[in-house]
């Protein structure tokens, strides 16, 4: 049987070139050290670009092909013109697709040579609907089981899934907007249709996150606000109503200026009727612990800076 | 006349003498400068022919009423003395060429040793060139070095600032100025005087070998380099290649070669450095190298390299695993070339921004060292990967107090700690392996700090993952010992902050104490009651309360 075919898609947003070329240089080596185990037979490189102005020029992605290939046959760049979101990238990205094989990457990180290889053997497993890598220098706390690495959700971060599953559920749902959760929600739908998630802890992912000196880790602002903002999606999606209620009556009594506004927006979007509608048999995969959302090993405080 | 001295094994001429005799074959000796011919006499005794030529002269005319042979020369004029040195040897092969104790008294060294390649390449019959042999007073002997510390630069008749040495030496000076016109060193036989004629005032501080700021500023100058007590360099050259490289400019002064960070990386069972590695390929500021440092021979710390692209697969190098992780470092330090040198267990992960945040912190602290903000989390090693089991907590060794710690039994903390190289290098800061590893690393970052200061990076940008090393008293104290044997035979400054610290300590040893006075006029009180005798008489009437006590209690089961 031929190995697989990989497409590597990367939503961007006003990306930093420099971190780009080391990003393509780690995925340039992923790829080859997959190949030569002929673990996959060949992948493509497809970046969208979600910001205003576009993140690379001409000289730019030229730089990039020639970092990229010859290990990687087609890098391609397209600037969508309008932002898309993380999850709407990323479906923009895969429409089309003839790669077996996708995986959905940050611009913010820097893959392991080893990482291509042990995703794509884990997505091969039919039982598997999609696939995460172990973060570092922070990994996530979410709980996965250390025997068969089944876990609650995996992380858009790194997401490795077949095309044919990414179709047959229909991919990202683009309400959940700019990012976040995103993850969570395309996760909950694969396990409602009969797939596993799992983490793959032989997956190294170093993924481009701050610790202030309290040791929180650090959101930006408008993370905190789009993380809140999908939160809401995710407890109406997931019929979790109290969750619901008790985030927008903290965010009212407590919350920062970002979770005031995500509490905001999504009062005026249920206004509007322009919220994921729930779904059925969500309780059967929805996890949440107190009002987060999967099981985690321990937990991180977050500040917003 | 000034430099008419009588010829002496034990001096400069002898030591001359004994290096041309132990590098050089017998046959006719140039001696360039002779003065008064005091090399003749040496020199004819050992079986070489001498043939002198001299500046001065004087000196001329009374090495000639000595019998020995002299010629006028003068050698800033380069031309001149070949044609002059050429016609005196007349077509005989010449063995040696000698300058001793003179290209100190020349005013430009770079054309006296241009010219004396070309006297020795004019010398050079049937493709065998003539050996050089020179001896150079040293400026940076210890007793100079002390002395201009303290603001004083006695130049005198003769010795080390002799008034009519108009160019001052270094060894690297001597070094780079032979290499640069194509001489290769063969032998060394330099004069050692601990003890020089500059040693006064013999009552100041920093000279008195004994008094603490003298023995300070001598340990320093002791590890910086080899030549604190050399008096004189005696080399002995051949022509080998020119390196062409031009004599140095104050624009040289900044090391623009080799990259910024040189990141010593110690791999203890391997479970961590793949983890380090791919955290340190993903830098946002990637001008650094990486070295993998082990002590153990089973663990293959090349392959955790393998796979990585190639740009960054060119910065890491794999140090030979050595017996114990002081020789490691050592071997590791011998091969850095960064203007920085931060250590890192493997155990640790790093932001982006980490070697950024690094050379910021530099910046702003040149000559510090600097210990990386770090945040704990305890982890554990399974199926060879690092596992954290919890959230971040504060890392002990952040507060910067170095001797509260060592005092505390706590480990040394080489993990986060970033070294100029220049004090590496240049005051020769390295890990004694007799000592044992925790001595050995405790004693370089004491030493280390107290030359440097200490200062903590602002911005946390390192995960130390596992468990907190666990405190063991016997190793601990073992530790200790070993480090106040050392730190016993060095004059130690403390450094800043260690007042306050040794006030608390005090203060600790105070409560201590008049608590143990407290408890013994206690434990004495109850020695005289017991042996009263009203205690005597009542011991049947306790026996029996002690009794009843006991019935009273035993009632459940």
Known sequence: ?305 | MKYDFEFSWASTYGFAATLVARTCERGLVVDLGCGAGSFAAPLDELGFDYLGFEYDPESVALCRSRGIACEPIDLADVDDTIERVTAAVGGRPVRVVSLLDVIEHLVDPERVVAGLRRLVEALTVDGRAPRVVVSIPNVAHADLAVKLVAGRWDVVDVGLLDDTHVTLFTERRVRDTFARHGFAELAANDVVIPDTEQQYPADHPAVAREATLSAHLRAVRRRADTSGDTYQFVRCYEVGPVTGESPPTLADRADTEGPRLSVVVHVRDGAGVGDLLTCLAAQHDRDLEVLLVSTSSTVDAGAAVAGYDDAFGSLVRVVPPARCLADACNAALDLVGGRLVAFLDESTVVTGRWSAGVHEAAAAFPGRALRCATVVQPAHVADGRIVPTEGFGPDRTAAGDEIGRLLGGEPPGLDGLVVPAAALDGLGHRFDPSLGDVAATWLFVLRLVADTGLVRTAEVDAVRRGAEPSVDDERDRAAWSAVAAVLDQWPYLLPSGAASQLGALHELRRERDTAVERADAAEARVDALERSRYWTATAPLRRLGAARHRLGRGGGR
């Open chain 1, 1 to 305: 049987m031929t190995p697989p075919t990989l497409g590597i898609q990367v939503v961007l947003f006003d990306d930093d070139v420099g971190r780009l070329h080391r990003l393509g240089e780690a995925v340039a080596a992923s790829v080859a050290h997959a190949v030569g185990r002929g673990v996959i037979s060949g992948a493509a490189v497809r970046l969208g670009d979600s910001s205003a102005v576009p993140c690379l020029g001409d000289d730019d992605v030229a730089t990039l092909r020639s970092i990229l290939e010859p290990g990687v046959d087609a890098v391609t760049y397209r600037h969508f013109g309008d932002n898309l979101g993380s999850g709407g990238g990323s479906n923009a990205l895969a429409e089309g697709a003839i790669d077996d094989v996708l995986l959905v990457l940050n611009p913010d990180t820097y893959p392991a040579p080893g990482l291509v290889a042990a995703m794509v053997a884990a997505v091969a497993d039919p039982t598997v609907g999609a696939a995460d890598a172990r973060q570092i220098p922070i990994e996530h706390p979410k709980v996965g089981d250390p025997a068969t690495g089944d876990t609650d959700w995996v992380s858009g971060s790194c997401l490795m899934i077949r095309r044919e599953v990414f179709e047959q559920v229909g991919g990202f749902d683009d309400h959940f907007f700019p990012l976040y959760c995103d993850d969570v929600d395309l996760s909950w739908r694969l396990r409602l249709a009969g797939f596993r998630t799992v983490h793959v802890p032989e997956a190294v992912l170093f993924h481009d996150k701050l610790v202030d000196p309290a040791g929180r880790v650090r959101m930006s602002e408008h993370a905190v606000y789009s993380d809140g903002l999908a939160r809401l999606f995710l407890s109406r999606r997931y019929g979790a109503p109290e969750i619901e209620a008790q985030f927008l009556a903290w965010a009212d009594a407590h919350g920062t200026p970002a979770h005031h506004r995500a509490a905001a927006e999504f009062r005026e979007r249920l206004t509007a009727g322009d919220v994921p509608d729930p779904l059925q048999g969500a309780a059967e995969v929805a996890r949440f612990e107190g009002n987060v959302y999967g099981r985690h090993r321990f937990g991180y405080d977050v500040v917003a800076g």
